[in-house]
């Protein structure tokens, strides 16, 4: 790969034509039409978030001649470059310079437009430290890859888009990156992230390739449709929204994916369902709400998923010491299954540290977590007993 260092780009250079795009929220072009902003391996603009913040500092460094560092281009061609590290910092130039956004100063808020001409002059004349680069493509995207990119780092999703760019990462960018689109809020039921950081193209992918994104993105690179992808990823959400009516805020993020594949062929009734999600979620014993969804989806057997609490110490003590007592006055074994046996343990007092606690009554059949339902056992009967 060849790289060669321009130090006379201006951010005047850079401005010219530029066009920035609201609606998609992407610096599109820039140097007279020479320079592509936002090839499609690129991800969306994000500095204007977190309050702008982040753009606003751009334009202070240039004014207070900090360095604000390198900008790499791709050379497509003698008259085509593409910007492989630095859309963030040119999208908030060039929009500093179309007047979409003011900074303060002494004078108050400034666009860029009103501010003092001296200033404007500053800006517009600051030079810009630019790679322009020449290779393959793999070449290229083998070094984006790897090279430490300034400002937000990019998510592992950006990095695979960068690598399998394409008409398929395309379509599916229009699909799942883009926060105009209407089902994004449907989706954020079931899904943690952001559109902009490809949180739900993400999930699409792992889904549909069962966790091996980027041999799939690998397979499908130059499609021509996403239906496969689409098609599964909506199957998965018509499913969990048909089943569990009500939203709760803790089936954000669960692996719905996994789910789907292991329980969409078992039929549910969606009222029994609701009202059994409902009983679980008033449930002060349960540890894991996120463990409730699956619990229910496998016939609500599995208590493991739902971190019944457990006794706490004292309650512990309290029923051993009593437990023991009246065991010593019987000469029997402090533990009840043992005092009915007929082997050696039959009258073994068990000291505190080798029993366990037990649900008298189990927690899955109505059984409370307080010492009216609790008992020790040796820990062998205890770990035979194993339901609590
Ligand atoms: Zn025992």
Redesign the pocket.
């Known amino acids: 790969m060849k790289t060669t260092l321009k130090t006379n780009i201006t951010v005047k250079d850079i401005c010219e034509g530029f066009v920035y795009n609201e609606l998609e929220g992407k610096g599109l072009f820039g140097l007279s039409g020479k320079l592509t902003i936002q090839p499609e391996y690129q991800r969306n603009y994000i500095y204007a978030s977190d309050g702008g913040k982040r753009e606003i500092a751009v334009i202070e460094s240039l004014l207070k001649d900090y360095p604000i560092g390198l900008i790499y281009f791709n050379k497509v061609s003698e008259n085509k470059l593409e910007v492989l590290d630095g859309q963030q910092r040119i999208t908030s130039v060039g929009r500093f310079v179309t007047d979409k956004f003011a900074i303060k100063d002494e004078n108050g808020m400034q666009y860029f437009g009103t501010m003092a001409e001296d200033k404007r002059v500053k800006i517009l004349e600051t030079k810009l430290l630019i790679y322009e680069c020449e290779g393959t493509e793999s070449q290229i995207k083998e070094w984006f890859k790897t090279i430490n990119i300034a400002g937000v780092p990019l998510v592992p999703q950006e990095l695979l888009n960068a690598i399998y760019s394409g008409p398929f990462v395309t379509l599916g960018k229009e699909e799942f990156s883009n926060s105009q689109n209407a089902n994004i809020q449907k989706w954020s039921a079931y899904i943690k992230g952001s559109a902009n950081r490809q949180a739900f193209f993400e999930r699409a992918l792992d889904w549909v390739s069962k966790g091996n994104i980027d041999d799939y993105m690998s397979i499908h690179r130059n499609d021509k449709n996403i239906n496969e992808l689409k098609k599964y990823f909506n199957g998965v959400i018509d499913w969990v929204s048909s089943i569990f009516t009500e939203v709760e805020s803790e089936m954000s993020g669960l692996e719905w994916g996994r789910l789907y594949e292991k329980y969409n062929t078992k039929a549910y009734n969606s009222a029994k369902i609701s009202a059994e999600a409902q009983k679980l979620y008033a449930d002060p014993y349960i540890k894991n709400r996120k463990g409730i969804f699956e619990y229910i989806l496998g016939g609500a057997t599995d208590t493991k998923l739902l971190e019944v609490r457990i006794f706490d110490e004292a309650t512990k003590k309290a029923v051993y010491t009593t437990q023991t007592a009246t065991a010593e006055k019987k000469e029997k ?1 402090n ?4 005092a009915i ?1 007929h082997d050696a ?1 039959k009258s073994k007092i ?1 000291s505190f540290n080798e029993m366990d606690a037990d649900h008298v009554a189990a927690w899955s059949k109505g059984g409370a977590t307080s010492a009216k339902n609790c008992q020790m ?2 820990k ?2 205890n770990r035979a007993k194993g339901n609590r």
């Open positions: 074994s533990c009840p299954h043992c046996g343990n068990w056992l040796c062998t009967h």
